[in-house]
């Protein structure tokens, strides 16, 4: 019987070691019995000594922790907070703490995690700061071991090829042939989609920019090009003008330093390959080297009107304390309807405030000018409706990386009053 709690991903990591074994050791089998080419001393080494590669960093990027914020962050970054211009301090609502620079809230895991890429559904893990060394290597190593392999079932096939013309007893069996036929569109098929993966991989490697980075940077290209057919200004929450100008992305430090901080911050190039490799120190991480293109008044990512909060008080008619009420009982139940607002809008998640798509706010403005301005909130559940579906090139919306789209794309609120107090307070 299965368990309530059994997911489908569940299945992942059983099912990439069974087609590891399969690619691995049935080959094995199969060219120690195929009688025209049989496998060489140093075939078996090379073959044998990839595949202890590959379990190696497989099972590392599958269970080495991607991290999470140690509990004197939580509430504060003592260097940077509140400083004017140094842009706004983020706050992750499902962790209730501080969320630093390049960290996401990964839905799977259910936390924050520190310079997230992805959330890897084939390890079951985090692609984050800390396993991205271990991540890489594997994809590096089954690439490489893979097409090794792909190297020495083609020299068989064209064996067989060879050979067609001959009476088939001498040939291999039938079970042999099928053997031959699956190991070739399997491990081709892998290798083709490992090593897309690999040079992505590379790519954010090179470049110091994570997936989710990438897609952040598409939809600042977007931004900018809305902006500059709307006189370079996008409507904000509230009605508020938001100015976008281009920003530079600013992680990219040099080639050869973001390889040396992307595989754990040692030069020592050998153990960059190395299977055994420490995991990146647990006390990096959170803090980052930029390249200092960019105003010291910004930071990453650039402003975004969909993405900013609401101001406080958006539910509020006006200012109530400066309307009259007739009697008494007239002002306790508003007293009592602005408490209710209150608690409603301090509910954490009951409702997001998704802002409408901008094509559909664009068109409507055009029709009519009147109706009031700026992005309206759209109520419900149904996240399809809102501006969070934006997609980028590659038709991925934030969510498709794993991370939790309810507080990462709509980053509804600012640090709390109470934790902004209690930062005061240790002063
Ligand atoms: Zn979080
Ligand atoms: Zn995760």
Request: charged letters at 25%; hydrophobic letters at 35%; one cysteine or more.
């Amino acid at each position: 019987m299965l368990s309530d709690d059994f997911s489908i991903s569940q299945l992942a990591i059983p099912a990439v070691s069974v087609l590891i074994s399969f690619l691995a050791y049935t080959s094995q089998y199969f060219f120690l019995r195929f009688e025209d080419a049989p496998l060489q001393k140093d075939e078996v080494w090379k073959i044998n000594i990839f595949a202890i590669c590959i379990w190696i960093c497989y099972y590392r990027a599958c269970y080495v922790d991607p991290g999470r914020l140690p509990s004197d962050r939580k509430l504060a970054n003592p260097e940077k907070q509140e400083e004017p211009g140094l842009g706004r301090q983020r706050w992750c609502r499902r962790c209730e703490a501080y969320k630093p620079l390049r960290a996401h809230h990964c839905k799977t895991c259910q936390r924050c995690i520190p310079k997230m890429d992805h959330h890897c559904p084939w390890t079951s893990n985090c692609v984050s700061h800390f396993t991205f060394p271990h991540f890489i290597r594997f994809l590096f190593y089954a690439t490489v071991g893979m097409s090794y392999l792909e190297t020495l079932l083609w020299s068989r096939a064209s064996i067989v090829w060879g050979n067609r013309n001959l009476p088939s007893y001498m040939g291999p069996s039938i079970v042999q042939l099928g053997h031959l036929f699956i190991l070739f569109v399997v491990n081709s098929l892998t290798v083709f989609a490992l090593f897309i993966l690999l040079v992505r991989s590379l790519y954010s490697l090179i470049f110091n920019m994570t997936t989710i980075e990438s897609w952040e940077i598409e939809r600042h290209e977007t931004l900018v090009r809305r902006a500059r057919v709307l006189g370079g200004h996008l409507d904000g929450p509230g009605g508020i003008k938001v100015r976008i100008k281009k920003h530079e992305f600013p992680y990219d430090i040099g080639i050869w330093t973001n390889i040396k901080e992307g595989m754990g911050g040692s030069a020592n190039i050998f153990s960059w390959f190395w299977p055994l490799a420490a995991t990146p120190d647990r006390r990096t991480g959170w803090e980052f080297k930029t390249n200092g293109f960019e105003d010291p008044g910004s930071s990453w990512p650039p402003p975004d009107p969909d993405r900013i909060p609401w101001p406080m008080n958006r539910a509020d008619p006006g200012d109530s304390s400066l309307q009259s009420y007739s009697s008494a009982r007239e002002t306790v139940e508003a007293f009592k309807r602005r408490q209710a607002e209150d608690i409603d809008r301090r509910r954490p998640f009951a409702e997001v405030q998704r802002r409408q798509r901008f094509h559909d706010r664009f068109q409507k403005e055009s029709y009519d000018s009147d109706e009031d301005r700026g992005p309206g909130p759209v109520y419900g559940d149904d996240s399809d409706e809102g501006e969070e579906s934006w997609r980028n090139a590659e038709g991925e919306r934030l969510r498709d990386f794993g991370v939790d789209e309810d507080v990462e794309f709509y980053d509804e609120d600012d640090v709390p009053l109470a934790v902004l107090m209690q930062r005061r307070k240790q002063r």
